[in-house]
C-alpha cells in the first residue's frame, strides 16, 4: 500500500510543516515530527501497519507540542491583559 513507503509519510511531514506557518499556533508542528519520525521507522522496516503508523505518529506529537508549548508559551509571571473587547464597538 501507499502507506509503507517512507517518501509518502516525508511528503506528509512537509505538508503539514508548510500548513503550520500558514495556521497560528503550534498544533500540526507535533504532527509533522511524528510523520517525520514514522518515516524514518518505515524506512528502517520497523513498522508495517498503518494503525501502528498513526499511534506512533500521535504519541509522537505529544512530546513536541509540550516542548513548544514551554518555549513560546506564556511565560511564568506574564499576564495577559486585555484592553478592549471584540464585541465593543
Known sequence: ????????WV??????????MALPGF????????A????GLV???VLG?????VLVAALAAVPVWLVA?????????Q???WDRDINEN
Open 1 to 8: 500500500m501507499l502507506w509503507q513507503h517512507a517518501w509518502v
Open 11 to 20: 511528503v506528509v511531514a512537509a505538508v503539514l510543516g508548510v500548513l503550520e
Open 27 to 34: 498544533f500540526l508542528l507535533g504532527f509533522a515530527v511524528g
Open 36 to 39: 517525520l519520525l514514522v518515516a
Open 43 to 45: 524506512w528502517l522496516g
Open 49 to 53: 501497519s498503518l494503525p501502528v503508523m
Open 69 to 77: 508549548r514551554r518555549l513560546a508559551g506564556v511565560r511564568p509571571g
Open 79 to 81: 499576564t495577559r491583559i
